[in-house]
């Protein structure tokens, strides 16, 4: 078993909608290369709203010398367009990509030839064999549009048989969910690693609006507790980093193969859960 202080770390960034955001973003990667991150990933909007500008960072994460793995969702999505994608991708130098469904963009129709993540993973295998490492979304919390905990499993396992390598989870804060999650696919044959997600608190209302909208559960007493501080900033960085890291710490000691941070494009609190947790670089 590795040491507890290499447990591999990777981070995750959107495509900035600025040329400030472009610029932001290049300083705030410099800073989380310091952790030595086993992959940067950059995430892709809804319907692939944001293809280009996935690419352009994923290229200058490249270019950086640090692995990056590129969201990739299908929804709306033709074979023959995720056919050229991976083709770019390929040849562009990435080794491995986050597959997804993904969002519809509002007022779009359910078109496309892919209506589930298990489809797309099984034609990148199909495509392109063992060239990309596919990681795939996992919801310790169960998805929010699944229609019970045990077809999400199975939609799960489905992805993982179709051809997946590893898995990267929703956040969560609970860290039992995460151990019964990881029980659950060991119970039905499933042996990929489950990485979990990790999303520093940093603002409340940030947090309980995305919670809101990813199904992710914030346990009362936190909630509570965030609410409790009101618009005191200070005291919520605190308090978030505290739990933060008291969850990481549980994680690691439980046996999570790694981390994978949400920085939402900061480096603040990241850096200093990884301070926290002896994980720099």
Known sequence: ????????????FFPPKTPEGVEKLRAVRQQLYGLKP????????AGGSTQEGTFNAVREILADGVSAASHFS????TRETVRAQLATLKSMG?????????????????????HYAS????FIRQETGDDFHIEVAAYPEIHPQAKSPSGDLQAFATKVR???????????????AYFRFVDDIAALGLNVPVVPGIMPITSSSQLLRFSDASGAEIPRWIRL???????????????????VTGLCEQLRAGG?????FYTMNQSVATLALCERLGLGG
């Open 1 to 12: 078993m590795s040491e507890p202080s290499r447990l591999p770390v990777s981070v995750e």
């Open 119 to 122: 489809e797309l993973v099984a």
């Open 74 to 77: 299908c929804i709306g999505a």
């Open 94 to 114: 990435v080794k491995r990509l986050v597959a997804l469904r993904g969002d519809l963009p509002s007022g779009y129709g359910a078109g496309g030839e892919f």
């Open 225 to 243: 507790r965030l609410q409790s501080y009101g618009d005191d900033t200070a005291s919520i960085k605190a308090f978030g980093l505290d739990v």
């Open 162 to 176: 179709a051809g997946a390598n590893s898995a990267i989870t929703q956040y969560f804060y609970n860290p039992d």
């Open 38 to 45: 086993e992959f940067c990933s950059v995430t892709f909007g």
């Open 256 to 260: 999570a193969p790694a981390l994978h």
